[in-house]
T-cell receptor, first 112, second 114 residues
Framework: GENVEQHPSTLSVQEGDSAVIKCTYSDSASNYFPWYKQELGKGPQLIIDIRSNVGEKKDQRIAVTLNKTAKHFSLHITETQPEDSAVYFCAASKGAGTALIFGKGTTLSVSS | DTAVSQTPKYLVTQMGNDKSIKCEQNLGHDTMYWYKQDSKKFLKIMFSYNNKELIINETVPNRFSPKSPDKAHLNLHINSLELGDSAVYFC?????????????FGPGTRLTVL
């Protein structure tokens, strides 16, 4: 079955710096790659996603890149702010209505 | 508010008891899921229902029984609770159409088994 590896497990940056989180997946049939942000005591919230027919997607300070050949995808957050501090999860799935297979999460801390 | 809701938010119980967690979505989705988040924050799929039919049943003990009375509800009943069942349980929902992948998560139910 699918396996998703996520690195690093913790990331500390200064406000205004960029943060990059990387994930790799094992199943070439996976075609949907979302990123979720989870704040303390809350459920995961989708922040950006990418499908396998796209190499890059950007939404304001957040961008995701996908390399299908290497089976890895990355989350880039620019101009980080203290409110970006949370746990970030990458995931992979084989399309609509299928289970998300999650990475183990990255705890991002942004200090002001 | 359009959302995925779960009740209760917290559940503290003794080993051996039976308990249920309820989930409702008013997003008009046809697929619902249960995920378990352990103490290390690892999120893992447990079950998936599409139009009230079981689609995914990962290697979960049969003490866990999901029930979907209609497309908007997916409840989780747990028999003979064990210490290892302590975790946060998240319900999620999505559409199953070809261009609809996003899963919306509920706020979670923190289950503590003593």
């Amino acid at each position: 079955g699918e396996n998703v590896e996520q690195h690093p497990s913790t990331l500390s940056v200064q406000e205004g710096d960029s943060a990059v989180i990387k994930c790799t997946y094992s199943d070439s049939a996976s075609n949907y790659f979302p990123w979720y942000k989870q704040e303390l005591g809350k459920g995961p919230q989708l922040i950006i996603d990418i499908r396998s027919n796209v190499g890059e997607k950007k939404d304001q300070r957040i961008a995701v890149t996908l390399n299908k050949t290497a089976k890895h995808f990355s989350l880039h957050i620019t101009e980080t702010q203290p409110e970006d501090s949370a746990v970030y999860f990458c995931a992979a799935s084989k399309g609509a209505g299928t289970a998300l297979i999650f990475g183990k999460g990255t705890t991002l801390s942004v200090s002001s | 508010d359009t959302a995925v809701s779960q009740t209760p938010k917290y559940l503290v119980t003794q080993m051996g008891n039976d308990k249920s967690i309820k989930c409702e979505q008013n997003l008009g989705h046809d697929t619902m899921y249960w995920y378990k988040q352990d103490s290390k924050k690892f999120l893992k799929i447990m079950f998936s229902y599409n139009n009230k039919e079981l689609i995914i049943n990962e290697t979960v003990p049969n003490r866990f029984s999901p029930k979907s009375p209609d497309k908007a509800h997916l409840n989780l009943h747990i028999n003979s609770l064990e210490l290892g069942d302590s975790a946060v349980y998240f319900c999620a929902s999505s559409l199953s159409g070809p261009s609809s992948n996003e899963q919306f998560f509920g706020p979670g139910t923190r289950l503590t088994v003593l």
